[in-house]
């Protein structure tokens, strides 16, 4: 059982790249979330899914695309890199219903140079 | 205004003691969770406790407890007899509804001394 698996762990990326952060999950969970959290503060959503082919925008979605054609795979795009951008990345899953264990993938560090 | 409040950016605790972590909380929602999770050094989310907003008992999981004041709208969490390896940020987080949307606090970062 993987649980929550995210790739890259580590990536450097030039200003105005782009990329995908990929998200799997093998526990058959219906939502999936990408979060960034910057140095020294709390995590904050950047989209989420609440199922196959549902995607919606969390609090930070600007220069991010998000997509869900599986139930196992939640890949996260930036679209042209910026500084502002360098951060760990979270994916999370977890059925859709209330009192289930919200599951963490590693966390992916992004730098954009 | 801030959903998730912990006021306590740092916090020191000597080994075996308990130590009591703040977290309040902001929602109009009459159905919602609560969460704390442990992020050491290392850099991953470690789950450590929850609470319903309908769970009439407070949470409890090995060494780690939620003090929920339903009223007071306030989720603290106490460590009972501190180690070294719980030395780490903590994180409180709310989710409203159904779904997996957490809503974090700005951590408070626990240094236990030996």
């Known amino acids: 059982n993987a649980g929550v698996t995210q790739t890259p762990k580590f990536q450097v990326l030039k200003t105005g790249q782009s990329m995908t952060l990929q998200c799997a999950q093998d526990m058959n969970h219906e939502y999936m979330s990408w979060y960034r959290q910057d140095p020294g503060m709390g995590l904050r959503l950047i989209h989420y899914?609440?199922?196959?082919?549902?995607?919606d925008q969390g609090e930070v979605p600007n220069g991010y695309n998000v997509s869900r054609s599986t139930t196992e795979d939640f890949p996260l795009r930036l679209l042209s890199a910026a500084p502002s951008q360098t951060s760990v990345y979270f994916c999370?899953?977890?059925?859709?219903?209330?009192?289930?264990?919200?599951?963490f993938g590693e966390g992916s560090w992004l730098t954009v140079v | 205004a801030q959903k998730i409040t912990q006021t306590q950016p740092g916090m020191f605790v000597q080994e075996k003691e308990a130590v009591t972590l703040d977290c309040t909380y902001d929602?109009?929602?009459?159905?919602?969770?609560l969460f704390w999770y442990k992020q050491p050094s290392s850099g991953e989310m470690i789950f450590l406790i929850y609470?319903?907003?309908?769970?009439?008992q407070n949470a409890t999981e090995g060494r780690y407890s939620l003090n929920f004041q339903k009223a007071r709208k306030s989720a603290n969490l106490v460590i009972s007899a501190s180690q070294l390896g719980d030395s780490a940020m903590y994180f409180c987080a709310m989710r409203e509804g159904a779904g997996n949307m957490l809503t974090f606090g700005g951590g408070t970062r626990l240094m236990v001394k030996p």
């Open positions: 999370a899953s977890s059925y859709g219903t209330i009192g289930n264990t919200i599951y």
């Open positions: 609470q319903g907003s309908y769970d009439e």
């Open positions: 929602t109009s929602d009459q159905s919602y969770g």
């Open positions: 899914s609440v199922g196959a082919g549902i995607t």
